[in-house]
């Protein structure tokens, strides 16, 4: 039988040609490029990270990385911008039905997934990973933080919050932070007792906490605001002196 000759240019056992690049829209190639860096970004350190690799991955040239975003510490920033604003808006809408311990759980659950999908992220922005403390890194994370202060207010239903109680939401923050890295870096923590950590942490702050400081810094006596009573009044409505409402101290 007489054998076909292979078409031209192909040698027997050669893998096949490699696809040429598919001509996209500016800002679906842009697009593709962050999903691809967004990724490797997630999986790797940054300092494994290449934009020679996300090149790779994207199937582009590497110069155009450079072209939409600059260096490789640019395109990390825009990926870190994408991320805390994305995490920033996992806050469920205020929902008169749940009570305050069911809205604080949700709120630390939603926190929780986010930082378990994007922990080598978050820790890199957090740590500043590979160029040191970065300005416009930490003025990212700082807005995020601004941002999800407010989130959490508007989610507690706290309708006239004072500069005190923002402070210790950003001090709750930090507590995140840690408490999240012992649990995804350190692994002395499981999810489960993060989750209980910072539900009682948060549900504390703002009932307890809080208000004490207000008093203290407005002397002795002083009654609580508004924002205060109300959230008081949902933590203790039971008449208990101390401690978290009954049903808040149930494992998720």
Same mark, same amino acid.
């Given at each position: 039988?007489?054998?076909r000759a292979a078409p031209r240019g192909e040698a027997a056992g050669a893998a096949p040609p490699r696809p040429r690049h598919q001509r996209l829209p500016r800002d679906e190639r842009r697009d593709q490029i962050l999903d691809v860096a967004r990724r490797m970004f997630t999986e790797l350190p940054y300092a494994?990270?290449?934009t020679a690799a996300i090149a790779r991955e994207a199937g582009v040239q590497r110069g155009l990385i450079h072209y939409y975003f600059g260096t490789k510490r640019e395109l990390f920033l825009k990926v870190v911008q994408g991320l805390t604003a994305t995490a920033a808006v996992q806050a469920p809408p205020p929902d008169d039905r749940m009570t305050l311990p069911e809205t604080v759980e949700l709120c630390v659950n939603l926190f929780l997934d986010t930082a378990e999908r994007n922990a080598t992220t978050?820790? +890199?922005a957090l740590d500043a990973e590979g160029f040191g403390q970065d300005p416009e890194l930490l003025v990212i994370v700082n807005r995020f933080r601004d941002r999800t202060v407010e989130h959490m207010l508007a989610v507690l239903r706290v309708p006239a919050p004072t500069g005190t109680l923002r402070a210790v939401l950003r001090v709750y923050s930090g507590l995140a932070d840690a408490a999240t890295r012992q649990w995804l870096q350190e692994r002395t923590l499981d999810r489960a007792q993060v989750q209980t950590l910072l539900t009682r942490s948060l549900l504390s702050m703002v009932t307890d906490i809080?208000? +004490?400081?207000e008093a203290r810094g407005g002397g002795p006596g002083r009654p609580l605001e508004a924002g205060d009573r109300l959230l008081h009044a949902a933590a203790y409505g039971n008449g208990e002196p101390d401690g978290l409402p009954a049903n808040a101290g149930s494992e998720p």
């Amino acid at each position: 039988m007489e054998r076909r000759a292979a078409p031209r240019g192909e040698a027997a056992g050669a893998a096949p040609p490699r696809p040429r690049h598919q001509r996209l829209p500016r800002d679906e190639r842009r697009d593709q490029i962050l999903d691809v860096a967004r990724r490797m970004f997630t999986e790797l350190p940054y300092a494994e990270v290449s934009t020679a690799a996300i090149a790779r991955e994207a199937g582009v040239q590497r110069g155009l990385i450079h072209y939409y975003f600059g260096t490789k510490r640019e395109l990390f920033l825009k990926v870190v911008q994408g991320l805390t604003a994305t995490a920033a808006v996992q806050a469920p809408p205020p929902d008169d039905r749940m009570t305050l311990p069911e809205t604080v759980e949700l709120c630390v659950n939603l926190f929780l997934d986010t930082a378990e999908r994007n922990a080598t992220t978050w820790f +890199a922005a957090l740590d500043a990973e590979g160029f040191g403390q970065d300005p416009e890194l930490l003025v990212i994370v700082n807005r995020f933080r601004d941002r999800t202060v407010e989130h959490m207010l508007a989610v507690l239903r706290v309708p006239a919050p004072t500069g005190t109680l923002r402070a210790v939401l950003r001090v709750y923050s930090g507590l995140a932070d840690a408490a999240t890295r012992q649990w995804l870096q350190e692994r002395t923590l499981d999810r489960a007792q993060v989750q209980t950590l910072l539900t009682r942490s948060l549900l504390s702050m703002v009932t307890d906490i809080a208000p +004490a400081l207000e008093a203290r810094g407005g002397g002795p006596g002083r009654p609580l605001e508004a924002g205060d009573r109300l959230l008081h009044a949902a933590a203790y409505g039971n008449g208990e002196p101390d401690g978290l409402p009954a049903n808040a101290g149930s494992e998720p």
